[in-house]
């Protein structure tokens, strides 16, 4: 099974609306981190935000945040007030305890466009 | 600090020789990873370090790649020989410690390789 599921392989969205990506994740772990990577077209791979399994509250930095629903086990990631630099595949990914918090398994990605 | 520095950023080869790809992790950083990334696969955990020493590598695909790590200021990704199969683009990230598996990944820029 996979670790992390992203259903969404396109999302379009209007500049300056919210939208929302989803994150499944799948772990029998009860402590873990969740990430979230921007990849835009020139490659890098860009730290967008982090959800810790304990959190109470659901992260957030700047015009991004974090969706944190644990019983379903869904972390998805809410851009507000999108933006054309907004443009770029986002990756969900997953740090357990059972790896030593060492190894980030990903999801295959979702890719945004923002239109203007 | 310059982040994680990868190199060389694209590489052209022909079946058969041999490629190595280098990184310089962020200073104080003692985990380093090789990814690769592929349109089929997406990111895959090839290999990671801790302290110069490799923790995990089941990642590696098959005998023809190796990795180093013999300082904690760099590391090699070796393929020999190459196939066409492995084009793809590898990433170099390293990660310190952090609260909770808070450990962020930082990547760097990519090599991009094409095996023809």
């Known amino acids: 099974a996979q670790k992390i599921t992203q259903t969404q392989p396109g999302m379009f969205v209007q500049e300056k609306e919210a939208v929302t990506l989803d994150c499944t994740y799948d772990?029998?772990?009860?402590?873990?981190?969740l990430f979230w990577y921007k990849q835009p077209s020139s490659g890098e791979m860009i730290f967008l935000i982090y959800?810790?399994?304990?959190?109470?509250q659901n992260a957030t930095e700047g015009r991004y945040s974090l969706n944190f629903q644990k019983a379903r086990k869904s972390a998805n990631l809410v851009i507000s007030a999108s933006q054309l630099g907004d443009s770029a595949m986002y990756f969900c990914?997953?740090?357990?305890?059972?790896?030593?918090?060492?190894?980030?398994?990903f999801g295959k990605g979702t890719m945004l466009l923002v239109s203007p | 600090d310059a982040g994680v520095i990868q190199s060389p950023r694209h590489e052209v080869t022909e079946m058969g020789q041999e490629v190595t790809l280098r990184c310089k992790p962020i200073?104080?950083?003692?985990?380093l990873f090789w990814y690769r990334q592929t349109m089929m696969r997406g990111l895959e955990l090839l290999i990671y370090f801790n302290n110069n020493v490799p923790i995990d590598d089941s990642g590696m695909p098959e005998d023809r790649f190796s990795a180093k790590m013999p300082n904690a200021s760099f590391s090699t990704l070796k393929i020999q020989p190459s196939e066409p199969r492995d084009s793809a683009v590898y990433f170099c990230a390293s990660s310190y410690p952090g609260p909770s598996g808070a450990n962020v990944l930082t990547f760097g820029a990519g090599s991009r390789l094409t095996v023809l």
């Open positions: 959800q810790g399994s304990y959190d109470e």
């Open positions: 772990t029998s772990d009860q402590s873990y981190g």
């Open positions: 200073s104080g950083h003692d985990y």
């Open positions: 990914a997953m740090r357990e305890a059972n790896s030593g918090y060492s190894t980030l398994t």
